[in-house]
């Protein structure tokens, strides 16, 4: 089950890769010839996108190695820092888009062949709902931030490629040419605020952030199911990668045996397992 895990994921980044490739390549020649800049700067996006895609297929094959003698807890952080080397792309790739947009507002050109352009972004925005969908749904499977990441990053891209699309119906209809430049500014913008959640994401994974109350509650009323656990204190949390580790003192009754009270413990740690999966729960036993 494991191996088939790790080839799903694997055969999901490569698909992410593959897609990118042909968007990239597409944007780049039509924004050439249209001198479409909001094309341009969804050409320079998706190849943000690409580099991203291949950043997320190597940290997935990375994080897939079982534990070594230098990494004792494995190396699931291996995607936490894929997402946030992506969401420092992605504010970058922003800055440059901006950058040219405003350009184009100081010095207005009239783009050529807006159908052919119509057509790209229509094409381009189908192709990155089904590819957004399938990376957020085996991300979400797999527990997988490296691909959760490329897939919110790829969604945003439907949005994009659709404002892009409408800009440059209502410039064909009206004639303004700074629809255009003005589009790409307001696809800079959007692309920027994602990269932002993104990267304060990353932050939280990588500085071992806690888990959110609500799911330290949640492992709280976990523990407590067990009619023999009187209590528990000193909850800690936080994520390596798609791995949930915690460590709590579990309060037990001080005449169980050491036999009895490991047995309730195993109870405890297989009742988180089954909730969170692929975490590792480290118990402390207090008696009371």
Request: aromatic share 6%; with cysteine; proline share 3%.
């Amino acid at each position: 089950m494991l191996q088939q895990e790790i080839q799903l994921k694997r055969n999901t980044a490569r698909l992410s890769v593959i897609s990118n490739i042909i968007l990239v390549i597409c944007k780049l020649f039509v924004g050439m010839l249209t001198g479409t800049v909001s094309i341009f700067s969804e050409a320079v996006h998706s190849g943000v996108d690409l580099l991203a895609a291949a950043i997320a297929f190597m940290a997935v094959k990375k994080a897939s190695l079982p534990p070594d003698q230098d990494h004792d807890y494995g190396h699931g952080k291996v995607e936490n820092i894929s997402a946030a080397f992506e969401s420092l792309l992605i504010i970058l790739a922003a800055v440059f888009i901006l950058s040219e947009a405003i350009t184009k507002l100081t010095v207005p050109q009239k783009p050529q062949s807006l159908n052919l352009a119509l057509i790209v972004m229509l094409g381009s925005s189908l192709l990155n709902i089904f590819i957004s969908r399938r990376l957020c749904i085996v991300g979400k499977q797999t527990g997988s931030q490296a691909l959760l990441a490329d897939g919110m990053h790829l969604r945003t891209d439907v949005w994009t490629s659709a404002g892009v699309m409408a800009g440059i119906l209502f410039m064909k209809i009206t004639g303004f040419l700074w629809i255009d430049p003005l589009i790409a500014c307001l696809v800079a913008g959007g692309i920027m605020r994602v990269g932002y959640k993104m990267c304060r994401s990353s932050y939280d994974d990588l500085t071992d952030a806690s888990l959110s109350d609500a799911e330290e509650s949640r492992i709280g009323n976990i523990i407590m199911k067990n009619p023999e656990v009187l209590g528990f204190h000193h909850l800690r949390t936080r994520m390596a990668g798609k791995e949930v580790l915690m460590d709590f003192h579990l309060e037990l009754d001080k005449k169980l045996s050491l036999c009895q009270a490991h047995t309730i413990s195993e109870k405890v740690e297989a009742s988180l397992h089954e909730a969170y999966g692929n975490c590792d729960p480290v118990i402390h036993i207090d008696p009371k």
